[in-house]
Structure formats: structure tokens, C-alpha cells
């Protein structure tokens, strides 16, 4: 009856192949040190033929005898020609990255819009805000007309533009006009193959 890799054991380095893991198994289980040693020596030349691009590496000596500790599960006892690595640097689970859990009133205008409406409240009065506040009215235009194709009015624009400024910002849809944007669609990416 065959025997199917899904019911064997899990392989600790999978790059290896089941060959290697069988050789450092073997090689734990020898009696005797000196040939336990040479044995060693042997699976790492064959860990270097079959994984070639790791000698392109510095320390390619030490990262190859860590890996051979590693597959022992730390239990080979041999005269190591390197420092070899502590357990606990493969056993250790990374800290949490911290993800900032700001609240986006509407996702699909992102936080950046709302730092920019931040910071146009800021700014005194003037033609230079009147200019920023209507670029940023056609940027959150082109923003939901990437989600929303149909149906994007400026008026919503608007509105939108007037909450999240609490009332501070306010564009008048009968003498104010954004642009018309037009999907267009991508450009076809193969070569149609002539017919001879």
C-alpha cells in the first residue's frame, strides 16, 4: 500500500525534501560522536547541493548548520564548527504590529481626505482656500466615482464635503461645478496574433 505524504510527518524545513529530514534522523541516533560528527558533515554538503543559492550569502556555514540543529529539534549532539543559533529564536512569535484604529467616516473617500478638510479649516479665508476646497470637492468626486460608476452627483459631493466639516465648508451646486469625469476602459494588454 503507498504511502501518502499527508500521513507522514510534517516536514520541519520543507525546502530540504523528506531525504534530508531522514538523514538528520538518522544521524541523531548514531552512538558514536565521531561519526555522528561525520555524518553531520556529510548532510551538510548535501543541504549545499540541493539549496545552491544559499552560498551566495555571507554567513552561508552558520545558516546551513542552524537549519541542521533546527531539523535535530535541537537534540544533535556534535562538534559544531559555528556558533549555532538559540532554540528559542525559531520558537519565538513576532510582537504585534500595532494597527491604528482610527474611525474613516466614509472608506471609500480614505483618512487623507479627512486630514486634508483638517487642514483647509485652518487656513484664513481667501481665493487660495476657495482653490484647495474645489480641488479637494473634484478629488472626492473621482474617489466615489471609482466605487459608485453610476449616479455620482456633485450635490452629494456637497454634502458630504459640508459633514465632515460640520457645516464650516459649504460649495452652493448652483454656481459651483465640478468636473465630468469618464471611465475609460483599460487598454487590452495581449497582442492579438495576426492569422497568415
Known amino acids: 500500500m503507498l504511502t501518502y505524504n499527508t500521513h507522514r510527518p510534517r516536514l520541519i524545513l520543507p525546502e530540504y525534501g523528506r531525504a534530508i529530514q531522514s538523514m538528520v ?10 561519526e555522528r560528527t561525520r555524518c553531520a558533515y556529510s548532510i551538510i554538503n548535501t543541504m549545499a547541493r540541493i539549496q545552491p543559492k544559499i552560498k551566495e550569502q555571507d554567513d552561508w556555514k552558520r545558516i546551513l548548520w542552524d537549519h541542521l540543529a533546527y ?8 562538534d ?6 538559540a532554540p528559542d529564536k525559531y520558537t519565538a512569535t513576532p510582537e ?11 472608506r471609500h473617500y480614505g483618512k487623507d481626505v479627512e486630514l486634508i478638510i483638517d487642514q483647509v479649516l485652518q487656513m484664513p479665508e481667501g481665493p487660495e482656500r476657495d482653490e484647495l476646497v474645489l480641488l479637494l470637492a473634484n478629488h472626492m468626486k473621482k474617489l466615489l466615482i ?47 496574433k495576426r492569422k497568415r
Open 71 to 78: 531539523m535535530s529539534g535541537f537534540k544533535l549532539d556534535v
Open 25 to 34: 534522523e538518522h544521524c541523531v541516533t548514531i552512538p558514536d560522536r565521531e
Open 80 to 85: 559544531f564548527p559555528v556558533e549555532i543559533s
Open 96 to 106: 504585534k504590529v500595532p494597527y491604528p484604529g482610527r474611525h474613516i467616516r466614509y
Open 146 to 192: 471609482a466605487v459608485n460608476k453610476d449616479n455620482v452627483d456633485d450635490a452629494k459631493i456637497f454634502k458630504d464635503l459640508a459633514e465632515y466639516s460640520h457645516g464650516m465648508i459649504r460649495l452652493d451646486p448652483e454656481t459651483t461645478s465640478l468636473h465630468e469625469f469618464k471611465i475609460v476602459a483599460p487598454p487590452a494588454t495581449g497582442k492579438k
